[in-house]
């Protein structure tokens, strides 16, 4: 009887796999692996060689030391634990460990998180998101922090920030998943406030505890090669649409829309930012065009699978100059002194894009937001749903306030136990030399 009980369980269970896995679609799979690609591609070689120019000769090689070490680091942890405490189910702040070593994450679909997909092109997908993330930090204290010091900095703010922020936004019953459970019910498409918000916020953090680069702002520290810089942002644009349309998680109709609000919301960014400056000083800069690019993808982050094309210009077009005016004037008032401009541009950024999702999120573009009983709900305000505006505003200050306290308390801790900035001579002599012996460029006899 035992013996008929448990084959007749064996059976149904193997009937349910064999239905999950013809739900699958090879289009979707396709899709997906190839904005997983994009995405990791935004990390090295684009986000590599964007910083890697803008700063010093002598720093190139350990700026992008940063993203490319990244690549590895985040990768192990996210197979270890990473993605068991993000997207495992668990309680509205952390996933369980039900997911750890990547337990029961193979080639059957998760219907929470893509039908159509194996469960572990879902994982490979979100894991680039967590790559990234860390590494846009390093923007803010590049040329001065110890390369051992960001290793541990990096293990901790993961752990710490990254994967809780990224269950409680995207995880099955995160506090602020709007469409898995959640209590308090946020758009974020792709990561305004889990990526962006959280690493622009924790740069400035880390800009301030580690203070100035020796010199500054009295020597002049122009970047280096700015062709490098330019070949990095054109790639994170064209990643881009790996992270935000990527995000529709199928080859679909809101995959496309993604598409479309990425390119638009990028392109009048970079007007935006470059009429600003040509109106302040005079002409127009290639800095200031990829710089208002990259403020554009940031800000439509949020936003990508939920507005029109034309609201996708308005909230790039707006994080364009408002970007413009955090990075020259309000960083020249406080005199702080975040290198790449990792705040300026990813922590406003991202706020300003997280809180015009929820004025401009609209039920023609996604309609996935639904009741008890199945009805769909307006999304944002231009729908009739001001209150989405509170939402998104509340998400913002949860992201601020984990990101500022949890990033000082690691500071701290890493600092005490083997301290954060290179020595004085290790950051005048290059930290291509002083923490990894080589040199990006040499001189022939």
């Known amino acids: 009887m035992f013996a008929q009980t448990a084959a007749s369980v064996e059976s149904r269970l193997a009937a349910v796999e064999a239905a999950a896995k013809s739900a699958q679609s090879a289009g979707d799979n396709a899709w997906m692996l190839t904005s997983a690609a994009l995405v990791l591609m935004m990390t090295g070689p684009g986000l590599a060689l964007f910083y890697g120019g803008l700063v010093r000769r002598k720093n190139v090689l350990s700026t992008m030391m940063h993203s490319f070490a990244l690549m590895a680091i985040v990768t192990v942890l996210w197979a270890i634990y990473g993605y068991s405490l993000a997207f495992a189910p668990g309680n509205s702040v952390f996933g369980n460990f039900s997911y750890l070593f990547l337990r029961g994450v193979g080639t059957t679909p998760n219907a929470d998180y893509g039908a159509t997909i194996p469960h572990a092109t879902y994982m490979i997908y979100q894991l680039m998101f967590a790559i990234i993330t860390p590494a846009l930090i390093s923007g803010a204290f590049a040329e001065r922090i110890k390369f051992s010091a960001m290793v541990a900095f ?36 792709a990561g305004g406030t889990v990526v962006h918000i959280t690493s622009g916020v924790s740069a400035l953090v880390c800009a301030l505890y580690l203070g100035k680069r020796i010199g500054f702002p009295r020597e002049p520290m122009k970047p280096h090669n700015l062709t490098l810089s330019v070949i990095g942002a054109c790639l994170l644009w064209v990643g881009w649409f790996g992270f935000n349309a990527g995000s529709a998680v199928a080859a679909s109709g809101l995959a496309t829309s993604a598409f479309v609000a990425t390119h638009f919301g990028a392109a009048a960014a ?176």
């Open 154 to 189: 990096t293990i901790l703010w993961s752990t710490i920030v990254y994967f809780p922020m990224a269950h409680m936004v995207w995880g099955k019953g995160g506090l602020l998943n709007a469409f898995l459970g959640g209590s308090i019910p946020t758009l974020d498409f």
């Open 270 to 445: 970079a007007l935006g930012w470059m009429l600003a400056e040509w109106v302040r000083h005079g002409k127009p800069s290639m800095l200031g065009g990829i710089s208002g690019c990259v403020a554009g993808l940031v800000a439509i982050t949020p936003a990508s699978g939920f507005v029109q094309p034309f609201p996708a210009l308005l909230i790039g077009f707006l994080a364009g100059i408002f970007c413009f005016f955090m990075v020259t004037t309000v960083k020249a008032r406080f005199g702080y002194d975040d290198t790449l401009d990792a705040f300026g541009v990813h922590g406003a950024g991202g706020t300003l894009g997280a809180i015009l999702t929820g004025v401009f999120a609209t039920n023609l573009i996604n309609d996935g937001l639904k009741d008890s009983a199945g009805k769909t709900l307006p999304l944002g305000w231009i729908d009739g749903n001001p209150h989405q505006v509170l939402n998104q505003f509340t998400a913002v200050v949860i992201s601020w306030v984990l990101a500022i306290v949890a990033t000082l308390v690691i500071l701290k801790v890493v600092d005490v136990t083997i301290g954060v900035r290179a020595t004085a001579e290790e950051e005048r002599e290059g930290l291509d030399l002083s923490m990894h012996g080589e040199e990006g460029y040499t001189l022939e006899a």
